[in-house]
Protein backbone atom coordinates (compact mmCIF):
# COMPACT_ATOMS: atom_id res chain seq x y z
CA UNK A 1 0.00 0.00 0.00
CA UNK A 2 1.45 3.57 -1.01
CA UNK A 3 1.29 6.63 1.13
CA UNK A 4 -1.99 8.43 1.12
CA UNK A 5 -1.46 11.46 -1.58
CA UNK A 6 -3.35 13.84 0.66
CA UNK A 7 -0.99 12.89 3.43
CA UNK A 8 2.51 13.76 1.12
CA UNK A 9 0.85 16.97 -0.02
CA UNK A 10 0.93 18.17 3.39
CA UNK A 11 3.93 17.00 4.78
CA UNK A 12 7.01 19.24 4.98
CA UNK A 13 10.62 19.09 6.27
CA UNK A 14 10.26 19.41 10.10
CA UNK A 15 13.46 21.71 9.28
CA UNK A 16 13.51 23.78 6.73
CA UNK A 17 9.50 23.63 6.24
CA UNK A 18 10.21 22.57 2.55
CA UNK A 19 8.68 20.31 -0.36
CA UNK A 20 9.71 16.41 0.58
CA UNK A 21 9.58 14.32 -2.61
CA UNK A 22 8.85 10.47 -2.12
CA UNK A 23 11.49 8.54 -3.33
CA UNK A 24 10.95 5.86 -6.14
CA UNK A 25 10.72 2.55 -3.93
CA UNK A 26 8.96 4.39 -1.27
CA UNK A 27 10.77 3.69 1.46
CA UNK A 28 11.76 7.68 2.41
CA UNK A 29 10.88 11.52 1.75
CA UNK A 30 13.77 13.59 0.02
CA UNK A 31 14.17 17.19 1.15
CA UNK A 32 16.12 18.73 -1.56
CA UNK A 33 16.36 21.27 0.53
CA UNK A 34 18.44 20.20 3.43
CA UNK A 35 19.31 16.89 1.46
CA UNK A 36 18.08 14.72 3.86
CA UNK A 37 15.70 11.57 3.65
CA UNK A 38 13.31 10.68 6.36
CA UNK A 39 12.85 7.45 6.11
CA UNK A 40 9.39 5.50 5.86
CA UNK A 41 8.94 2.31 7.96
CA UNK A 42 5.52 -0.19 8.34
CA UNK A 43 4.42 3.09 5.83
CA UNK A 44 4.74 5.78 8.19
CA UNK A 45 6.97 8.56 7.68
CA UNK A 46 9.75 8.94 10.50
CA UNK A 47 9.19 12.97 10.25
CA UNK A 48 12.02 13.80 12.90
CA UNK A 49 15.19 15.76 12.34
CA UNK A 50 17.15 13.61 14.24
CA UNK A 51 16.10 10.35 12.60
CA UNK A 52 17.09 12.24 8.91
CA UNK A 53 19.96 10.37 7.00
CA UNK A 54 21.86 12.44 4.54
CA UNK A 55 20.86 12.07 1.16
CA UNK A 56 24.56 10.31 0.53
CA UNK A 57 24.26 8.30 2.83
CA UNK A 58 20.89 7.27 1.74
CA UNK A 59 21.92 6.43 -1.52
CA UNK A 60 25.31 4.29 -0.25
CA UNK A 61 23.15 2.09 1.93
CA UNK A 62 20.91 1.22 -0.70
CA UNK A 63 23.11 0.06 -3.72
Known amino acids: MA???ELLDILAC???KGELNLLPK???L???A???VY???DEIPIM???QAISF???KGSKS
Open 39 to 41: PIK
Open 3 to 5: LNK
Open 48 to 50: LAE
Open 34 to 36: CDV
Open 26 to 28: EDG
Open 30 to 32: HCQ
Open 56 to 58: EEW
Open 14 to 16: PEC
